[in-house]
């Protein structure tokens, strides 16, 4: 029964900017759509390209290269969750709940099912949008006049990638990469504003943002998010970033969880009110 209440409650606090919500999907799908053209425009002469270089291109870039990720995609999921975020953060939402562990857990909750619905949005609605700007669904990267095909241009390392770039294998991949990677932003963003007011929220992830596109060797974020060349020529490198991201998803699990225990943001007469 409470799990109903917090999920209308949830709902009606998207439907409070959903119009904000829709032209940022909006802005994101339209962004889509320019980098394909170009990618389509300025393809290498006598190479093939199909729906997954446009969506991640072997050597980085694409709808979910570094760039892209850095603006628009990263940005606008902070904004979705800071804005939702802040609906809770009030006395009413707090009474209700009675529990700050409860709190805090209903905001996770509420994290991991934004992630998943943004990350199907945006990995499909990616890969929606490549195929229809090609006028072709049909994964080109095992042909020989392939970018990825003559990225490696080694038959032995060849041999050893050519069974892991098939459509059934590379979508839940990338799925799960970007799933992961927007959960992890979530619980960060959801642990910082515990303390930190929203202005100061977004410097940190900006800075943080621009740390990772701007850096090669340095990233906190985007670079386990991102499956390129290296990772579908070393399968092990995209586990070793699922367990990344997983380690950082319960590091600010669990930071986040014992600063919500001891803030005290709820003032003393709603404190007397929630345990009578």
Request: proline fraction near 2%; charge should be positive; aromatic fraction near 14%.
């Amino acid at each position: 029964m409470r799990f109903i209440k917090e999920f209308k409650q949830k709902i009606q606090n998207i439907n409070m900017i959903k119009l904000e919500i829709g032209t940022c999907i909006i802005f994101i799908l339209i962004d889509f759509v320019i980098i394909g053209r170009h990618l389509i425009k300025t393809k290498p002469i006598n190479f093939n390209i199909s729906i997954f270089d446009i969506l991640c291109l072997p050597m980085g870039g694409g709808i979910l290269g570094t760039i892209s990720l850095s603006f628009p995609i990263i940005p606008i999921f902070a904004f979705i969750v800071i804005r939702l975020l802040d609906f809770e953060i009030n006395d009413v939402y707090l009474i209700r709940l009675k529990s700050r562990k409860k709190i805090w857990n209903s905001r996770i909750k509420f994290i991991v099912a934004l992630s998943f619905i943004y990350s199907l949005i945006v990995v499909f609605g990616g890969y929606t949008i490549s195929g229809i700007l090609l006028k072709d669904f049909k994964n080109g990267w095992n042909l020989e006049n392939s970018i990825i095909y003559n990225c490696i241009n080694n038959v032995e390392i060849w041999g050893k990638v050519s069974h892991m770039i098939l459509t059934y294998k590379m979508l839940p991949v990338i799925f799960i990469s970007f799933f992961l990677g927007t959960c992890a932003i979530g619980v960060f963003i959801s642990m910082l504003k515990i303390k930190l007011k929203n202005i100061y929220v977004y410097l940190i992830l900006s800075i943080m943002l621009f740390l990772d596109a701007t850096q090669s060797e340095f990233s906190i974020i985007i670079s386990q998010m991102t499956i390129v060349l290296k990772n579908w020529i070393n399968p092990n490198t995209i586990l070793v970033n699922y367990i990344y991201l997983f380690f950082m998803i319960f590091i600010c699990y669990f930071v986040g969880k014992e600063i919500i225990l001891d803030q005290d943001f709820i003032n003393k007469k709603l404190e007397e009110e929630i345990y009578e």
